[in-house]
């Protein structure tokens, strides 16, 4: 009891810790205090390339402190630019984690993440945060002004209002926006004096406008992101504010951004370039939906044909939910 105490403990400083970095990261760093900061960006190390062909995850393993089973056991994979790569696959599948990864926010105890030839490890991390866009799967109740909230606190970053315009347009925020009486100055916070709360689908559009205007922007140090991760950017979304998310994620893409999506909506991985099922730590599945979706069981390897079952349960599923 008392070690199973003990790794409550470290489980939960780690994940106040997770949160922790994530905010920092999503709040875009430079904007928080200089302690932080410096915790938080070792400068120096390589340069990494502005927009790199493809990253390159090789054998990654990696396990949070204080537990002892990995939560990415050797993954290989390749993440071209430029595309919609989705990650899918159970609950504690190792997605997140995989974008923590991806980011920066953790090392791999084992094994490489490269950026075409470099290593991100030894690289320079102020570049690798400039490059990298995360949309968090709890993102970060900021006590801040809508217009603080969604503008990224990086040098060459605008809050005019043509630019917000675009942002709210982007991340369907109109609405919301129309509802409060001092719009972008409404400060938004829960429990917090005189701030105003707002549904997990607001919010949901909230981070979606800031991840739009971190992903659209260059900065003074000249890196404009080209990897944008949304880890289950439409959980709490409408279904009209679902397509248009998936939509406008495509454009994105098309303009040059790789998009990696985390998601448990198996319609949306559907139309990816390219699809990478996770389970338990572990790469189980990789290709094209139609690839994937040819895929037939196969008892030596009964991870094979994983991501066929589970999108044909959600199809029947949804056919079912039709009146
Ligand atoms: P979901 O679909 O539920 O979001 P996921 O595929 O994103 O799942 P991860 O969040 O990456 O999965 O979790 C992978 C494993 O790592 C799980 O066993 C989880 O308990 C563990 N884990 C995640 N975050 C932490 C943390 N901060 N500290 C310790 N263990 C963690």
């Known amino acids: 009891a008392v070690r199973t105490g003990a790794a409550d403990v470290g489980s939960l400083l780690g994940s106040v810790n997770q949160l922790f970095e994530e905010a920092l990261y999503v709040g875009d760093l430079q904007t928080l205090t200089t302690e932080a900061d410096a915790r938080a960006i070792p400068t120096g190390g ?44 159970d609950n504690g599948a190792g997605k997140s984690t ?50 603080a909230i969604v503008t990224p606190g990086r040098p060459g970053h605008h809050d005019d209002a043509q630019t917000l315009a675009e942002a709210a347009e982007f991340a369907g925020m109109e609405h919301l926006l129309q509802q409060q009486d001092r719009g972008w100055d409404t400060l938004a916070a829960k429990g917090f004096e005189g701030g105003v709360d707002f549904s997990g689908g607001q919010w949901q559009r909230i981070g979606t406008a800031r991840t ?14 080209f990897l944008v991760i949304a880890d289950e950017p439409t959980s709490a979304l409408d279904p009209a504010a679902e397509v248009r998310a998936f939509d ?11 998009v990696l ?49 589970a999108y044909l349960l959600q ?9």
């Open 46 to 89: 390589a340069d990494l390339p502005e927009r790199p062909d493809a990253i390159h995850v090789e054998n990654v393993s990696f396990t949070y402190p204080g537990r002892t089973a990995p939560s990415l056991d050797k993954v290989s994979l390749v993440v071209p630019t430029g595309k919609i790569v989705a990650l899918v696959g």
């Open 98 to 147: 995989l974008a923590r990864l991806l980011c920066g926010l953790y090392q791999p105890d084992s094994g490489t993440i490269r950026w075409d030839g470099v290593d991100t490890a030894t690289a320079d991390r102020a570049q690798q945060f400039a490059s990298t866009v995360l949309l968090p799967q709890d993102f970060f109740h900021w006590p801040l002004t809508l217009r």
């Open 212 to 225: 739009y205007l971190r992903a659209t922007t260059t900065g003074t140090d000249g890196r404009r992101p």
């Open 248 to 258: 406008n994620l495509r454009r994105l893409a098309a303009e040059g951004a790789t």
């Open 261 to 309: 999506l985390i998601t448990h909506r198996l319609a949306a991985s559907a139309s990816a370039d390219l699809i990478y099922v996770l389970k338990d730590g572990r790469l189980v599945e990789q290709g094209t939906h139609e690839e994937l979706m040819a895929v037939g069981a196969d008892e030596d390897r009964p991870a094979a044909g994983s991501y066929r079952t």
């Open 315 to 323: 199809a029947r599923q949804y056919a079912a939910e039709l009146p």
